[in-house]
């Protein structure tokens, strides 16, 4: 499967554009390296990107995703843009608090309230 099959881009009429996951379990490390090059692929092509990342289907994530998810954010930033979270299932979430990262990333409950931020 190519890389580009593992993540759906959506250009919003708002700007913002929304990437969600068409895996359901991110933890594999040749995944995770695919899922980052295709959102830095799609974060390099915007002059200040505003981007969304949906993990409506996402049932796990693993410690290397989390790394991954801070790259995106480290490059988001670098071009003045900013980066934005939603629908993260509680399980998940619980990851975010340990580790921290929920100060960090802004993180919403639906794609609607992260898109009304921007």
Known sequence: MSAAARINVRHR????LQIGFAEKRIS???LIQQIGDEIGKAVDAETKPRVLLSFRNVDFLS????SMLIGVNTRVRA???KLRLSEIKPEIYQMFKITKLHSLFEIFDSVDEAVKGF
């Open 63 to 66: 410690s290397a995703a989390l």
């Open 13 to 16: 009429d708002t700007g913002v």
């Open 28 to 30: 594999d490390a040749l």
């Open 79 to 81: 071009k003045g843009g």
